[in-house]
T-cell receptor, first 111, second 116 residues
């Protein structure tokens, strides 16, 4: 079960791009990388998922280098409502579906 | 509306009194899972179920039981709760096609349990 390492916390000003990097040195061939967002007292919410290179959706981009030992979640032009905890997960969808959440990165967006 | 419903949202109980936290999903998902969340420890998986009558331990299963008699329901049972099980609990579900998809897990709103 691949574990992940993320910064504990980050601050950013409103309107800036935020990049949160996650290390996953033991990622396996079948593992995918998924990011979730969690607001206080709510369940986590899926943001984006990828296997390699770059994935983009309407809320974020995910950059994965060729060795896949790390990944970077990019949030364009953050607003105050993006203040939340962001979790990086690594796991395979075909082997027991066990994903390790870790402690996440607490992002605070400052006006 | 597609959702995962947990009940109750808040529960205070005494040590040793058996309790059940219910979880139900209306998306016909095969996979369901329970997590607990504690300050500084993130979310830790308790049990998961790949389908009806198929369950397996997660990272912190001690003191918990689960059952999956129907596809939509996955109750979490604490036979003899102790104060160290005071936590915020989340149920989650997803499809299980054996391949990735674009929307990951759907989580419930959480159950805050206090054992005194």
């Amino acid at each position: 079960l691949a574990k992940t390492t993320q910064p504990i916390s980050m601050d950013s000003y409103e309107g800036q791009e935020v990049n949160i990097t996650c290390s996953h040195n033991n990622i396996a061939t079948n593992d995918y990388i998924t990011w979730y967002q969690q607001f206080p007292s709510q369940g986590p919410r899926f943001i984006i998922q990828g296997y390699k290179t770059k994935v983009t959706n309407e809320v974020a981009s995910l950059f994965i280098p060729a060795d896949r030992k790390s990944s970077t979640l990019s949030l364009p032009r953050v607003s105050l409502s993006d203040t939340a905890v962001y979790y990086c997960l690594v796991g395979a969808w075909d082997t027991g579906n066990q994903f390790y959440f870790g402690t996440g990165t607490s992002l605070t967006v400052i006006p | 509306e597609a959702q995962v419903t947990q009940n109750p949202r808040y529960l205070i109980t005494v040590t040793g009194k058996k309790l059940t936290v219910t979880c139900s999903q209306n998306m016909n998902h095969e996979y369901m899972s329970w997590y607990r969340q504690d300050p500084g420890l993130g979310l830790r998986q308790i049990y998961y179920s790949m389908n009806v009558e198929v369950t397996d331990k997660g990272d912190v299963p001690e003191g918990y039981k689960v059952s999956r008699k129907e596809k939509r329901n996955f109750p979490l049972i604490l036979e003899s709760p102790s104060p160290n099980q005071t936590s915020l609990y989340f149920c989650a579900s997803s499809e299980d096609r054996g391949r990735p998809f674009d929307y990951g897990y759907t989580f419930g709103s959480g159950t805050r349990l206090t054992v005194v």
